[in-house]
């Protein structure tokens, strides 16, 4: 089998890198204050946020680690700590006896409700005070394009 590499170019090289590293930074970044913050981590706060967005603050296990594209074991254990600290629950699924919900309990929407205020200051002082809105457009346009062809793929 004769494939050819496509390298990079120098120009997409440095894109390439920069994207990485701000995402490294600004990750890092966005961390460390948010678990100095509000003692939740990354982690945390993406479950907690995805459970916010759905309806009744409740989603299937196995739909929440697709959302988060997290595994099912990292999941499983993600969610047992969150649950012995009373952030959420698991709740079995009595309509089909497959699988379970992960619902947000009252100290979950508390936790999430006093950290996301500090997550958008950050984000804001972070980030987006440094792009034009132009730019912010075109990042979006990229990223949903980037996003929308990943998605397809993993179908």
């Known amino acids: 089998m004769d494939e050819t590499v496509r390298w990079l170019t120098p120009e997409e090289q440095r894109a390439w890198r920069a994207f990485v590293r701000l995402q490294e930074k600004l990750g890092g970044r966005l961390a460390r204050m948010l678990q100095t913050e509000s003692g939740l981590s990354v982690a945390d706060f993406a479950v907690l946020v995805q459970l916010t967005d759905v309806p009744a603050g409740r989603q299937r296990f196995l ?83 980037v996003v929308a062809k990943l998605d397809e793929d993993a179908s």
């Open 63 to 145: 739909d929440l680690a697709r959302a988060l594209e997290w595994e099912k074991s990292r999941m499983s254990h993600h969610i047992a700590r969150m649950a012995k600290r009373g952030l959420v629950v698991r709740d079995e699924c009595v309509e089909d006896g497959r699988g379970a919900f992960v619902v947000i309990t009252d100290a979950g929407r508390e936790a999430i409700e006093g950290a996301a205020p500090l997550h958008v200051e950050a984000v804001r002082d972070l980030f987006l005070d440094h792009v034009t809105p132009a730019e912010l457009r075109t990042l979006a346009q990229v990223s949903e394009r």
